[in-house]
């Protein structure tokens, strides 16, 4: 016990400003929930390790979705059961924080079961906070895999019955099997005494976690009043009769004094290598210089966006390949629905002499819209003096921006003339090599054979490019 | 409360608590009660009876809302003092 003072813990914010409505100084919990206990062990034992600035909370999917707005730390709040994998990555990234998973029965042992059994198994250096309260709280009280035998939950109106249900999972008995957790306890918040426990488990995991110690895991039997129909009391006392039969408390394993910490080896990234394992040799053998003209913008970003199926990525990638021949750094990032015609699609593509950070073209210099729906939407983020293609085959209407370049060229027809709407993606980048005098018409056909296999494939996207071209330096001339 | 506070003193926050009970029933002195009076959101709070408090601090760990208990333990100093 600390200072002279017990008080809401140093770890949790002051104003939980990320709640939306007027109450901003209460949790969303509900009275008695479990939740709200173990988070104030967690926040108190923050602030006395001095980790509050250097922790980074991963909540689940669950009631304590909302973990964000009330610790004082980092927060990611990930798709449903992918916390430790979530966690994997921020505790490599960033190998000086502490890293906490928090996640309930259904999101940890249901639909992420396997991610946090290979975390586990990795030994990653994360803690792992698990809350065991037999039921899904938030979806409103269907069975979970910790569910008890016989219990009565929306989805088992007679009970959870073994022979259809199987039977309830113990989490923190499977991991034990594993080799590589350090640290492994199941602890219970029915009274003070284990609430006391789980206030030393909670510290101990995360010391371990702060030595570098590897994996640790708390699993709490918690209590939830509103989906078990009881009382907060009858709710603890209903843990202390029905749970701790089947989920006995404890230390399961305890390895912490033993493991030295771990220090992942920092990945090498040796570009030689790389090029020689993937077999691309010294590229595609073609140096190009850069053409003469001055290009209209030196850096560009460029949005291509349509009907998935028109080209937009390959488009793109035309257009970065291109740029990584004449010696820039290149990016190229598509966005996509998981369908793999129609729908929408787009793609960003940055091509710059420096460091590329953000990789999305928030403000691009050039848009290529392939149809309405894109040009709609993406005309209003084009840069000021940036410039607009638009494709007038399809695109019913003009474009509305007055302080942009506008150039209507109907890639879809000029692909079509050429007996293949396919080509649609060169005929757009022969467009944009025009418009931006960033490629030279010669340097891309030159390409083409290192982009496509067989002569008539390249002979039609040649055809597709210098109509592209063509078209556009028509309209300037 | 009026007049100087005895240590170890327990102060709960009316508008925070949600009448839970968890406090009440945990409190080995028996000095936490539900109030009769409902707060803002409609629950009826627990609070403090006034004097006995063992500074434990068993309703503080008991309570899972992060402000509504503050314990004042036994060596206490208020500010200004």
Known sequence: M??????KPGGFNDIYKHKPGADKDRTHYCPGCGHGILHKLIAEALEDLEITDRTIVISPV?????????FNTGNLQVPH??????AT???????????????????????G???????????????V???????????????????????KTTTTPYGRNPATDGYPMKVAEMLNSLYAPTFIARTSLHDIANIRKTRAAVRKALQYNMEKKGFSIVEVLSMCPSNWKLGAVESQNWIRDHMLEVYPLGTLRDRGAEVAPRVRPRPELDPARVRETLGLGEGSGVKLERPKETPVYPNPSVRIAGFGGQGVLSAGVVLANLGLEYGYNVSWLPSYGPEMRGGTANCSVKI?????????????????????????KFEPIVASGGTLIYNSTLIDVTPSRKDIRVLA??????????????????????????ATGLFALDDIIRLLPSLYSGEAIVKLNEKAVKAGFDFVRGIKS | MDGPRKYPFCEIDQEECKGCGLCVNACPAKVLEISSHLNSRGFHPSSYKGSGCLGCGTCFYSCPEPGAITVYLKDYVPEGV
Do not use: W
């Not at chain 1, 600390?2 to 008080?7: D, E, I, T």
């Not at chain 1, 669950?62 to 009330?70: K, L, T």
């Open chain 1, 2 to 7: 600390k200072g002279a003072v017990l008080r």
């Open chain 1, 62 to 70: 669950g009631c304590s979705v909302f973990a964000y707005y009330y």
């Open chain 1, 81 to 86: 059961g992918r916390a430790p994998a979530v």
């Open chain 1, 89 to 111: 990555s921020v505790s490599r990234a960033n190998p000086g924080s502490v890293v906490i998973s928090y996640q309930g029965d259904g999101d940890l042992a249901a639909i």
């Open chain 1, 113 to 127: 079961g396997n991610h946090i059994l290979q975390a586990a198994n990795r030994g990653e250096n994360i803690t």
């Open chain 1, 129 to 151: 906070f698990f809350v065991n309260n037999a039921i899904y709280g938030m979806t409103g009280g269907q069975m979970a895999p910790t569910t008890l035998e016989g219990m």
């Open chain 1, 352 to 376: 710059q002499d420096g460091t590329i950070g953000d990789t999305e073209a928030t403000k691009p210099h050039v848009l290529i819209a392939l149809n309405r729906p894109s040009m709609e």
């Open chain 1, 409 to 434: 060229v109907p890639i879809t027809g000029l692909a079509d003339e050429l007996g293949n709407t396919k080509v649609q993606s060169m005929v757009a980048a022969g467009a944009f090599a025009a």
